[in-house]
């Protein structure tokens, strides 16, 4: 379903990510791992076109996405947790997601008023910060959130999308401990719808041994590992490379 082919980025001498080529199929969950400054969250953005690539494609479908825009990008589906930088900062919880939904049935910003009266789009708006568990937050400014809150309404967000493929960057990061078993358990939902691909950006081995169907690993920009969870955590690649371990000799 998606697919990235040779796909490089560089910035100035630097290659940050380096001819990473990797496929996924529908219904699968794919770790992505690798030390700080792998590439990781700047595939993604090359995924989502938030980045241009230099060099390779972005395929979903068998269609090439490259030249496209980000916008366009993920109404085809492609699903990025959004910064907060693109929230409304003022604007409460509900709002926000209120106008994720509105945006995903095109009702843009110009109708903006006929968004926020729309009961439709408060009930849909609702049941997603349902499913993170901020429902209780709904009428609080985005601005006052918590930092988990605030991850939790990025999530909200994408899921607002309705998106084919979700990317989660390590999204449970800054969450209490409480609170992580309900974006985890959220993100196995979707794995259980069975028609997604899912990519999960995730640094603790637990968490990646516990959903992933297969771990990718990046180092350097390259994808260095590509297999099983339990084959690929036991590779020495990923022992020194990502766990820090020296391979022995
Ligand atoms: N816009 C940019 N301009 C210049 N260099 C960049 C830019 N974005 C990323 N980089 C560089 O690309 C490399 C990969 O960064 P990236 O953020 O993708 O790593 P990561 O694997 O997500 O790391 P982390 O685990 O810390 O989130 C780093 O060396 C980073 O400094
Ligand atoms: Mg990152």
Redesign the pocket.
């Known amino acids: 379903m998606l697919e990235t082919r040779d796909l490089t980025i560089r910035?100035g001498g630097?290659v940050?990510v380096d001819g990473v080529s990797c496929a996924f199929a529908p219904g699968t969950l794919t770790a992505v791992v690798?030390p700080?400054?792998?590439?990781?969250?700047?595939?993604f953005n090359l995924i989502s076109g938030q980045l241009r690539a230099s060099a390779g494609q972005v395929l979903l479908d068998g269609r090439d996405l490259t030249s496209l825009g980000p916008a366009v990008r993920a109404r085809l589906g492609l699903g990025r947790a959004f910064q907060l930088t693109n929230l409304f900062p003022g604007l409460s919880t509900l709002e926000n997601v209120r106008l994720a939904v509105a945006a995903r049935h095109r009702i843009g910003h110009v109708f903006w008023q006929t968004a926020a009266r729309r009961r439709d789009i408060t009930d849909a708006a609702m049941a997603y910060l349902e499913r993170v568990n901020l429902a209780s937050r709904a009428e609080a400014a985005v601005a006052g959130l918590s930092h988990g809150d605030q991850r939790k309404l990025e999530v909200a967000l994408m899921l607002a999308l309705e998106p084919r493929v979700f990317m989660f960057d390590e999204p449970t990061a800054g969450m209490s401990v409480d609170e992580v078993p309900v974006i985890l358990e959220l993100i196995a939902g979707i794995k259980r719808q069975a028609d997604k691909v899912i990519l999960l950006?995730e640094h603790k081995m637990d968490v990646v041994r516990s959903l992933a169907d297969r771990i990718v690993v990046?180092h350097q920009g390259r994808l260095v590992a590509d297999g099983a969870p339990a084959e690929v955590i036991a590779s020495p690649i990923v022992q020194e490379a990502y766990l820090g371990i020296p391979a022995a000799v």
């Open positions: 910035f630097h940050a690798g700080n400054g792998a590439g990781k969250t700047t595939w950006v990046l």
